[in-house]
């Protein structure tokens, strides 16, 4: 069973053609238009090791909000289609990650109870062209459209860069681990029979 799926989104802000392989080897092939960003989808691809392919167009004559969220929106529907039923997957998943002077943590739920809590300060209001509020705006559109529950805390840092690079790769390695499938999960991780 191939568990991949693609998504195309179009608006009259953006359009977004999204394909990821959740049981890829890492391997990225993305284009926003956003640098900063296309790096941190990079990273989450390679530390997730999913494969990821976005090719999105969007409004950055207005700025890079829409884009980014509705990246985030094609991200957690391609997510949530992947995982089909869910049944022998994890579940859940837990990674602190440091980047030099930076430490992140991540941990979610994949049981369809969309939530986020994200506790970050960023110094910088930019990275490159991504305004850093855009990063909490990110992570919702995933959660509310994957249905995950998820908690990013940046524990410390100085260097904004390194603070979301971490948090990026942290939910790359969190969510590989909420994926996985273990052979001694009879249906889905859960008491209820259902996610």
Do not use: C, W
């Amino acid at each position: 069973m191939t568990r991949d799926s693609e998504i195309a989104r179009k608006t009259n802000e953006t359009d977004i053609v999204l394909r990821i392989n959740i049981d890829g080897s890492g391997k990225g092939d993305i284009d926003t238009g956003i640098g900063f960003f296309d790096h941190m989808l990079n990273l989450f691809a390679a530390h997730g090791l999913f494969d990821l392919f976005v090719k999105a167009e969007g409004d950055l004559k207005v700025d890079a909000h829409h884009t980014v969220e509705d990246v985030g929106i094609a991200l957690g529907q391609a997510l949530k289609k992947a995982a089909g039923d869910k049944k022998s997957i994890k579940r859940y998943g837990t990674s602190y990650l440091p980047m030099d002077e930076a430490l992140a943590m991540v941990v979610l739920d994949f049981g369809g109870r969309p939530f986020l809590v994200m506790d970050a300060v960023f110094e910088r209001d930019r990275v490159g062209e991504m305004d850093t509020e855009l990063v909490e705006e990110f992570f919702r559109a995933v959660a509310f459209n994957a249905g995950l529950t998820l908690h990013i805390k940046v524990l410390y840092g100085s260097n904004t860069h390194h603070m979301i690079e971490a948090v990026f790769k942290a939910f790359g390695r969190a969510l590989d681990e909420a994926t996985r499938m273990d052979d001694r999960i009879k249906g889905v991780m859960s008491t209820k029979g259902m996610l």
